[in-house]
């Protein structure tokens, strides 16, 4: 069984940054690939980027292309997505998930974390 948590949101102003972790179940990296994934009010949840650390595989939706990084802490166990340029159309839940399989849709993801709440005030 695979154990996600997020943590890092909270409110910052557009053109500010944040970042978000998501700790992991211990060798869920080396066996799963990893994603970040959004949820606005009254939106579907929409992918933002994803990951399979064995392959050094990386791949981002258009609309944060050049302005989010993900990657993977081993040192403490984490996948973390840094957001530069933040926007008021990223507020939004921020969930990782873990999968076996890497997607860029949410429905095939296995397993999922809590989320955790991005605010950009414009």
């Known amino acids: 069984q695979v154990q996600l948590a997020e943590s890092g949101g909270g409110l910052v102003q557009a053109g500010g940054s944040l970042r978000l972790s998501c700790a992991a179940s211990?060798?869920?990296?080396?066996?799963?690939?990893m994603g970040w994934f959004r949820q606005a009010p009254g939106k579907e949840r929409e992918f933002v980027a994803a990951?399979?650390?064995?392959?050094?595989?990386?791949v981002y939706a258009d609309s944060v292309e050049g302005r989010f990084t993900v990657s993977i802490d081993i040192a403490r166990n984490t996948m973390d997505l840094q957001m530069n340029s933040l926007k008021p159309e990223d507020t939004a839940v921020y969930y990782c998930?873990?999968?076996?399989?890497?997607?860029?849709?949410?429905?095939?993801?296995?397993?999922w974390g809590l989320g955790t709440q991005v605010t950009v005030s414009s």
């Open positions: 990951l399979r650390w064995s392959v050094r595989y990386r």
């Open positions: 998930a873990a999968s076996p399989m890497l997607y860029r849709t949410s429905g095939p993801w296995h397993y």
């Open positions: 211990e060798h869920t990296f080396e066996n799963y690939a």
